[in-house]
């Protein structure tokens, strides 16, 4: 049995992308609170040229906790320099997350640097950074949330697509552990269509590797694949057996809304676009 | 070391929908043939409403070979009746390849029919039907091609998606062989993010599975997933290592150039799109 998200209203997050970054964070926290949700997951552009301790505060007093935060600079880049600054851009991100009070850092990776076309290449890079970070990320208490994302955006934005390969690079990095400080962000818009599914997620709970679960929809057809992420239950994936796939293997973390929705959900106003969630999370997720 | 394309013209196949059916298969089959190619792959469009034996006719008389004739209708659907519908026309269109001469018949396989999210249910259709298909193909003299698509399309055109996942469905249905009916073709378009990709070739090319290679580029940024297709070249695909290791896993078949681009290559003339296929199998492939 998965857990009945209408009467745990604790483990239900609201990622502030879903709202389509139109208002304030504070506003924001304020209106996810108010909706009865008990976590959320902010974006570094929410943070950005604020006290990014007050906004903790903020969240803290609002009665909120953080699912995560969103998310990691690109690493792969063209030149040694290049490739030092992004790791450090990351390390930045990690600091705030600490003092957020973030379990987990999100990362989506990055891909090929312009005029590259070595994506073996890419994720090399992307581990060697990934290991530094996950010793960064120790100090400072959070962990690494590895985001394989949907081959679409192989190009451009993630180099790491496929779950298998997200967990193989955590066994390269940190090697089996008791209590893994680097694991996987499973979004089902990005691995619903996978044939290895199943297994890889089996795999990962056994290995306490999965740090987040993420949910939206496909919607068909899909106007614009960056930005027309449908509502739990307006697409055609079946995420409650994913749910209950993750839960099966011992999940039992924060259930997200991530929904990037240029031409819809960001242009509705921010109270209807979580009661829509909160329902939607009930009947459909 | 890989063939040089340039001095093979043989083995240089044009997938028509490159020239954006534009003209009768008439006018296209000799303009492929005056451009210096030795292969064409028609598409079923092609030959509607044609005399398909003149068809074949004119392919020969012209010089050309087939590298393959695109492509099925799709499989699965929300009831047996046009389930079996959609067999049949897949019967039809293996006995319109065996006419045409094309040695293998590419599938795309189609995916969740409307209203469903079973697409574990669309594979289970997919692949039940291709053992009858590979029974009549036999008979027929044409060989099955399953084509894995980019996952970008695994809701609406194939729940087949992975290089891996298509050997295994080929190791189902036919078991191991030595002289396989049943095989793959590798789009480099679809395939090219995959982290697996090296070891899957040299599996398919181990157990002679490798029916057709199509090439062309992937653009970033990609304006329409389906139909914004690069020219060899013109994106970020590396398709030089792809063919190497093709070539390196045996493989000795037609190189096609399969392009959709329905806002630059369909609209130059097809004189001009076969003179830069020509320039580019040599330069970028």
């Not at 108010?34 to 990014?52: E, H, I, S, Y």
Request: glycine fraction near 8%.
């Amino acid at each position: 049995m998965v857990r009945d998200l209408a009467s745990h209203p604790g483990i239900c997050s609201i990622n502030t992308a879903t709202l389509g970054f139109q208002a304030p964070i504070g506003e924001v926290i304020e209106a996810v609170a108010t909706a009865g949700f008990g976590m959320l997951a902010p974006w570094r552009r929410d943070t950005k040229d604020q006290n990014v301790a007050l906004v903790a505060k903020h969240i803290r007093d609002a009665g909120l906790k953080l699912s995560g935060y969103c998310r990691s600079p690109y690493i792969p880049a063209a030149t040694q320099q290049e490739y030092r600054a992004n790791i450090n851009a990351n390390k930045q991100a990690i600091d705030d997350a600490a003092v957020l009070g973030a379990p987990v850092f999100v990362m989506v990776v990055g891909s090929l640097p312009p005029g590259s076309k070595d994506i073996e290449g890419a994720r090399h890079q992307v581990r060697e950074a990934c290991a530094e970070l996950l010793d960064h990320g120790r100090r400072q208490g959070v962990k690494i949330g590895l985001e394989p994302l949907h081959p679409v955006y192989a190009a451009d934005r993630s180099c790491l697509t496929l779950l298998s390969e997200a967990l193989d690079w955590c066994d390269r990095i940190e090697g089996a552990s008791a209590d893994p400080q680097i694991g996987t962000i499973i979004d089902c818009y990005h691995v619903w269509w996978d044939p290895n599914l199943a297994r890889d997620v089996a795999r990962a709970g056994q290995a306490r590797r999965i740090f987040g679960f993420h949910v939206c929809d496909w919607l068909v057809p899909t106007i614009d694949v960056l930005n027309d992420r449908g509502m739990m239950g307006d697409g055609i994936i079946d995420i409650p057996s994913i749910r209950a796939a993750l839960e099966g293997a011992g999940y039992t973390g924060p259930v997200e809304v991530e929904i990037f929705s240029a031409a819809n959900w960001w242009k509705r106003p921010m109270s209807e676009t979580l009661l829509t969630c909160k329902r939607q999370l009930s009947r459909a997720t």
